[in-house]
């Protein structure tokens, strides 16, 4: 059933197939093919709103541990959907991840710095991955997955996977923010890296103008995003 609390309160006419489709693909309801092209939409429309510290303090606790991973690895590299669950691990360099992002027919390349935090969390899943194997029987153990995420099963996410799990802990937790908004997130934390607008830009693939707004809204003007660290480790299961 359509939840108007779930998007945004103003739907344009020429959005609202478009919005409808995005839900019943996060559902598992529609192969993720229908949806091409409308991370621009959605970009455009909300590319100054963020998830801060409650909003993954309310999200965590409802999240599953895979989740959780995804939710913060979003943060942490600003990639769209698509792009995080494909990631692989070989994209994974000491100082950037390089990726070829599913946008402009793969032609673009992502180019993500590494940050500390980022390392940390890609050590946390590959522990948590050899503690789940120590514990099975020779013949049961599975090889790590290609991709950096993945789901309970040790086996890569499928759009309708990640988005439905992402979607049942969005609701439980009734956190007003989308898996895109993390976007916003990551820029903040390039921000306080020291990164300025143009840099930032170029990495996300956004207008410096738009940056500069998430810049203002949530840095300049004295907000603590640098509580997200603390908000997340403490909300993890």
């Not at 108007?4 to 019943?24: E, F, H, I, K, W």
């Not at 909300?46 to 993954?56: L, T, Y």
């Not at 710095?113 to 991955?129: C, F, H, N, S, V």
């Not at 969005?170 to 300025?196: I, P, Q, W, Y």
């Amino acid at each position: 059933m359509y939840d108007p609390g779930d998007y945004p309160p103003v739907v344009y006419p020429s959005r609202t197939g478009l919005v409808l489709r995005q839900m019943r693909l996060d559902r598992g309801k529609l192969p993720p093919s229908v949806l091409t092209g409308t991370d621009r939409l959605y970009e455009a429309d909300r590319s100054d709103v963020i998830w801060e510290a409650p909003d993954f303090a309310a999200f965590m606790p409802h999240a599953s541990v895979e989740i959780q991973e995804a939710v913060e690895l979003a943060s942490l590299t600003g990639l769209r959907r698509g792009d995080l669950i494909r990631l692989a691990w070989l994209a994974v360099g000491e100082h950037a991840i390089l990726w070829k992002t599913g946008k402009s027919k793969g032609k673009g390349t992502a180019r993500v710095p590494m940050m500390g935090e980022t390392k940390a969390l890609l050590q946390r899943i590959r522990d948590r991955y050899a503690a789940a194997m120590e514990v099975k029987r020779p013949d049961r153990r599975k090889p790590l997955p290609d991709t950096v995420l993945s789901n309970s099963h040790w086996q890569s996410w499928t759009p309708s996977g990640v988005g439905s799990r992402f979607n049942d802990a969005k609701t439980a937790s009734k956190v007003e923010r989308n898996c895109h908004d993390l976007r916003g997130t990551f820029a903040t934390r390039c921000m306080l890296a020291g990164l300025n607008d143009q840099e930032i830009a170029d990495i996300l693939g956004w207008k410096t103008v738009k940056v500069a707004a998430i810049r203002v809204k949530y840095v300049d003007q004295t907000r603590v995003v640098i509580e997200l660290g603390t908000g997340i480790a403490a909300a993890k299961v």
